[in-house]
DNA sequence: CGTGTGACCGGCG
DNA sequence: ACGCCGGCCACAC
């Protein structure tokens, strides 16, 4: 089965930033991935509870990078301004265009598969 | 301590 | 094809 990144995160909450914090530059990710890989696909909406969190956790946690199935950037409207999401997406190398990103499944990076071997 | 909601997803009508 | 509803866990009131 799937096995934590650590296990000292004893909640969704700890397991999915640690799993944001891992995604590599250029890739992005679903919160059904990271709620797949934490083996709760049914709970993506967790995940998202989660980002909320990291947006006032004092951590830096890529938000960006998480979307949700259609690669649209759902939760741009929570970041520090409505662009901020894009604009880090692009900076990473991504393509954002109405809010979705651009060759999403090329892009996209499953924990549960890029994590656990 | 109990209820409600939350950046979603998948199934069913 | 589109719309609605249920589900999952954690946090806020």
Request: glycine residues 6%; charged residues 25%; aromatic residues 8%.
């Amino acid at each position: 089965m799937k096995k934590i990144i650590n296990k000292k995160a004893n909640c969704f909450f700890d397991d999915v930033f640690d799993v944001v914090k891992l995604i590599p530059r250029g890739k992005v990710t679903s919160y059904g991935a990271i709620a797949n890989y934490l083996g709760t696909k049914s709970s993506a909406r967790m995940v998202g509870w989660a980002m909320n969190a990291s947006h006032t956790s004092s951590l830096k946690i890529p938000a960006q990078r998480v979307v949700n199935r259609n690669g649209m950037l759902t939760g741009k409207h929570h970041f520090t301004t409505p662009t901020e999401m894009e604009e880090l997406l692009k900076k990473d190398g991504l393509i954002v265009l109405n809010d979705t990103v651009v060759d999403f499944k090329n892009k996209f990076w499953d924990p549960a598969i890029e994590i656990d071997l």
